[in-house]
């Protein structure tokens, strides 16, 4: 299975912060790589595939780059509805494979 | 898009248990359809996939689960299911119903519209 590590496992930032989160996949999955954000108790909601296309309804504040082994998302001005967890997520070779998430928490 | 689990409960170990996903808002038949479960101790893990009708309606299976839980649909009436047999205490966890749809490139399907779960646990 790929493995799949996203770094910092948390995170503290303020409103209107910058803020990138890393994921590496252990090979190569071209860009078949996914965004998700999850609140408390919801589910987990698309943001990217593709490691950089923006999923419908998604404010452009949010982006990702990327390909084959490493891949980020990055949060350009972050607003307070962006405190969560986000997940990264291969498609590339079955199983599909999360990371372990990214909990970002207001400083 | 509308995808809503039920089925979840206290289960035995050794026991079975069946979830159903109900789907409304788009045209069923034209998408694969997944179960994804989470769990404090393991994160995500995807569990199974059944693809469209185009495809066959082929499935997939996470190797933790395979020849114990069966996932199939009902097309006609908007139905998901996943039947889960000789359970233990590692499938403890809120299993999701998840849409996959075309992800850019041809022939590329992923994630894109989840339900808010329903939750397992096995224990005695």
């Known amino acids: 299975d790929i493995q799949m590590t996203q770094s910092p496992s948390s995170l503290s930032a303020s409103v209107g912060d910058r803020v990138t989160i890393t994921c590496r996949a252990s090979?190569?999955?071209?860009?078949?790589l996914a965004w998700f954000q999850q609140k408390p108790g919801k589910a987990p909601k698309s943001l990217i595939y593709?490691?950089?296309s923006l999923e419908s309804g998604v404010p452009p504040r949010f982006s990702g780059s990327g390909y084959g082994t490493y891949f980020t998302l990055t949060i350009s001005s972050l607003q307070p509805e962006d405190f969560a967890t986000y997940f990264c997520?291969?498609?590339?070779?079955?199983?599909?494979?999360f990371g372990q998430g990214t909990r970002l928490e207001m400083k | 898009v509308q995808v809503v689990e039920s089925g979840g409960a206290l289960v035995q170990p050794g026991g079975s248990l069946r979830l159903s996903c109900a789907i409304s808002?788009?045209?069923?038949?034209?998408?694969?359809m997944d179960w994804v479960r989470q769990s404090p101790g393991k994160g995500l893990q995807w569990v199974a996939r059944?693809?469209?009708?185009?495809?066959?309606?082929?499935?997939e299976y996470a190797a933790s689960v395979k020849g114990r839980f069966t996932v199939s649909r009902d097309d006609p009436n908007n139905a998901l299911y996943l039947q889960m047999t000789s359970l233990n205490s590692e499938d403890t966890a809120r299993y999701f119903c998840?849409?996959?749809?075309?992800?850019?490139?041809?022939?590329?399907?992923?994630?894109?519209?989840w339900g808010q779960g329903t939750l397992v646990t096995v224990s005695s």
């Open positions: 998840v849409r996959s749809g075309p992800r850019g490139e041809i022939g590329t399907w992923n994630f894109d519209n």
């Open positions: 808002g788009f045209f069923f038949s034209d998408y694969y």
């Open positions: 059944t693809r469209d009708k185009l495809h066959g309606y082929t499935t």
């Open positions: 090979q190569g999955i071209k860009d078949h």
């Open positions: 593709a490691a950089s």
């Open positions: 997520q291969q498609y590339e070779n079955y199983p599909p494979t």
